[in-house]
Structures are given as structure tokens and as C-alpha cells.
């Protein structure tokens, strides 16, 4: 019985300790019986660990500042290097934002056609049920979900 109450003891004052320290000095212990771990690490990314992030914004315009990370998006147009392909890029891009104006829009010139995407989206099924959405509406003929930078606030 006395073994009992000092085992649940120890448990106790193990988690109460574990609970107070951070993830990386709970790497550092060394326990008998398990193996060593070492990290070599700059120490801003251990002060980093377990802390919220805060949204940082640009200090001239108030606008969020963003991160490029591998993505998707919907592609809504795709013509050649004609000027022609320029202005209805641009119409796409506006017919986008009449229907859905708080989506982002891309229009720009990859050698040797202009596009115009919509979006920025992490997975393949966000980007899907807005390709879904835009085909519903019968106003873009050819639209299809790419693979891209995106732009993600932070």
C-alpha cells in the first residue's frame, strides 16, 4: 500500500514538473533508460516554441504583411501575348470580382500567355469548391485548378 501511494506521488510531482517546462528542455532530460536527444538550434527559436503569433502589419500602408508557400489556385483564363489577351484577362479578372468580391485576383503575364487565377488556397479542395462555385455561375468557359506561389497573411 505504501508503494502504491509513493508511485501516484511521483506521478504527480513528474507531471507538475513536465507541465512547467517547455517542450525542448523536456527533449534535453536525460532519462535512464531512453535514448539522448540533442538540438542544435539558434536560441530565438527555442524563446519562438510555444508562443502565439502576432499579426504583423506594414507600418506605410496598414496592409497584412503575407508569406509565399506552395499552392493552389483556379484559373479562370488563359490567352496568348496579344493585347487582345491582355483586355480580357483584365474582364475576366473584373467579372471575378463583381461575383465574388472577396476573392483574390491575379492577373498577370507568364511568357507567352496572359492568365488569370483566383485565389489562394492551401489544399486542392478549397480550391475545388471555388472552381465549383465559378463554373455554377456560367459566365467562365475554361476554368481549372493550378498549382502556384500563393500569398498567406500573417
Known amino acids: 500500500m505504501?508503494?502504491?501511494?509513493?508511485?501516484i506521488l511521483l506521478l504527480f510531482s513528474v507531471t507538475?514538473?513536465?507541465a512547467q517546462n517547455d517542450?525542448?528542455?523536456h527533449l534535453k532530460k536525460r532519462k535512464p533508460g531512453e535514448g539522448v536527444v540533442t538540438l542544435y538550434q539558434d536560441i530565438r527559436l527555442e524563446n519562438l516554441l510555444g508562443k502565439p503569433i502576432e499579426v504583423q502589419t506594414?507600418?506605410?500602408?496598414?496592409?497584412?504583411?503575407?508569406?509565399?508557400?506552395?499552392?493552389?489556385r483556379v484559373q479562370v483564363y488563359a490567352g496568348n501575348n496579344s493585347r487582345t489577351a491582355r483586355n480580357e484577362a483584365n474582364a475576366m479578372a473584373s467579372k471575378v470580382k463583381e461575383q465574388f468580391p472577396d476573392m483574390a485576383v491575379y492577373t498577370h503575364f507568364v511568357n507567352p500567355r496572359w492568365l488569370c487565377r483566383v485565389g489562394d488556397f492551401r489544399s486542392i479542395e478549397e480550391a475545388d469548391a471555388v472552381m465549383r462555385k465559378l463554373k455554377d455561375t456560367g459566365m467562365f468557359k475554361e476554368v481549372s485548378i493550378v498549382r502556384g506561389q500563393i500569398n498567406i497573411p500573417y
Open 2 to 7: 505504501k508503494h502504491v501511494g509513493i508511485v
Open 16 to 18: 507538475a514538473l513536465s
Open 23 to 25: 517542450m525542448v528542455s
Open 58 to 72: 506594414a507600418a506605410e500602408d496598414g496592409e497584412k504583411q503575407t508569406m509565399k508557400m506552395a499552392g493552389f
